[in-house]
């Protein structure tokens, strides 16, 4: 619940994604750093969800190799991956792109698709 910071609605909304998906806790060191949840939108698509502490600015890239080794295995199974990120969120952006998703004109470009 660190992660999700001091908004009520968005612990509400990051509670609720924890209790209905798979989550990982990425640390570093001691440091809880990241935390993802693939939370389930259908029987075959599941959108990646992240919270970041700015501590894990430093570790970015090792954040999306773990990323990468977590979801290729389920996108072999069929799994099509998705996330939501704000046109204003640049770092969550690149990070996106780094990680392998692909961004598309759905839902005013906040929907990518990740291809690996």
């Known amino acids: 619940m660190r992660l999700a910071g001091s908004n009520r609605r968005v612990r509400r909304i990051v509670t609720y ?28 698509v599941r959108e990646l969800c992240l919270l970041f502490d700015p501590t894990a600015r430093a570790a970015m890239l ?8 977590m979801l290729r295995p389920l996108a072999e199974h069929g799994v099509v991956i ?13 990070m996106a792109r780094l990680a392998g998703f ?12 990740w291809r690996g």
């Open 17 to 44: 994604q924890a209790r209905q998906s798979e989550t990982v806790g990425v640390y570093v060191g001691d440091q809880l750093a990241a935390a993802a949840t693939l939370f389930p939108e259908g029987p075959h």
């Open 82 to 94: 998705v996330a939501r990120i704000r046109t204003s969120n640049r770092a969550g952006r690149r």
């Open 62 to 69: 090792r954040l999306v190799r773990v990323a990468q080794l």
């Open 102 to 113: 692909l961004e598309t004109d759905a839902e005013g470009g906040r929907l990518w698709i």
